[in-house]
């Protein structure tokens, strides 16, 4: 999960699966998969690099799994 700010300081996380999108309007506004879009405060940059740091913290994982026989534990 992907940590982001609403525009009134509230933090969350996002799934970044169902993002389809982000654009600056000047907002940042990510548009998930149903439709839905979400105005943020950090900038798309951001996002998109803690979408990577998300992704490969848990492909980082992936080989010790497959080593210890947890395949299909993921």
């Known amino acids: 999960m992907v940590l982001v700010t609403r525009l009134n300081s509230k933090e969350f996380y996002v799934n970044p699966d169902l993002i389809v999108f982000i654009e600056e309007t000047p907002d940042t506004v990510i ?4 439709g839905r879009k979400l105005v943020v405060l950090e900038d798309a940059r951001l ?11 848990v492909f980082v994982k992936l080989p010790v799994l497959v080593e210890n026989g947890q395949e299909g534990s993921v």
Do not use: M, P
């Open 31 to 34: 548009t998930l998969s149903d």
């Open 47 to 57: 996002v998109i690099e803690r979408i990577v740091e998300y992704r490969t913290s």
